[in-house]
């Protein structure tokens, strides 16, 4: 009795069930949309940690009450710090490439006074400060190292593919355009720690920007060198 049931009832069950699929589908959808802001919102909360308490202070409870959610809410994100450090990681490398990506992504802006001053404005900010807090602390951290080494390597493989990419005109001086890169990293990340730590005199940086600037253009291909007639 009860298959026979179903069979003559078939068609009328049948529209019913279709249309509820849109709505559970948006409901899923909603539910993963807020599950993305509240990771992002602990994210954020874990960069905001490592700028005030430094890494080793940086406590998943520490973070929680950052986020304003419980350990319990957190935890149902990250199963575990790691998880969380990791993700954390991930992000500030992807907006340090979104950024860079911005900063280059039209030719015209490619003048190098400009592209120098927004690599410096980039690492003035609390991703910068977070990411070094992390790569200082993976120097003795071997387990914090295990996550942020390999991710370090994903992400120049990254950045220098993008940087390819944007910067088309160096494409005849390979090797020029790898020392330029690497110049420019290296000294305004390594002025950015010297300001935050009293190492460096802030009234010292805008001289060391313009001769930053003006040895890139010595390193510049040619014909990028040349005057418009």
């Not at 308490?53 to 149902?76: C, D, F, I, K, Q």
């Not at 907006?95 to 690492?123: G, I, N």
């Not at 002025?191 to 313009?210: E, F, N, R, Y």
């Amino acid at each position: 009795m009860a298959l026979s049931r179903t069979r003559t009832s078939r068609a009328t069950k049948a529209a019913p069930a279709r249309s509820k699929a849109p709505a559970k589908a948006g409901g899923a959808s909603l539910q993963a949309t807020k599950a993305a802001q509240t990771r992002a919102r602990l994210i954020d909360a874990t960069v905001r940690c490592l700028v005030k308490h430094g890494y080793a202070n940086t406590t998943t409870p520490r973070v929680a009450a950052e986020a304003g959610l419980s350990r319990g809410a957190m935890m149902h994100h990250f199963e575990n710090g790691a998880a969380m450090i990791k993700a954390t990681i991930i992000e500030l490398h992807e907006k340090r490439l979104r950024a860079f990506r911005r900063a280059a992504e039209r030719p015209e802006d490619h003048d190098v006074d400009t592209l120098v001053e927004t690599y410096w404005a980039q690492v003035q900010k609390p991703a910068f400060i977070a990411f070094h807090e992390l790569a200082v602390a993976a120097r003795t951290d071997k387990d914090l190292g295990a996550i942020l080494f390999p991710l370090q390597e994903e992400f120049r493989e990254r950045f220098n593919a993008l940087a390819e990419t944007l910067f088309p005109e160096w494409r005849e001086a390979p090797a020029e355009f790898e020392l330029a890169m690497s110049l420019s990293q290296t000294i305004l990340e390594g002025m950015a720690i010297a300001v935050q730590t009293g190492a460096m005199d802030k009234a010292k940086v805008p001289p060391m920007l313009t001769y930053l600037e003006e040895q890139i253009r010595k390193l510049m291909p040619r014909a990028e060198m040349r005057s418009p007639e």
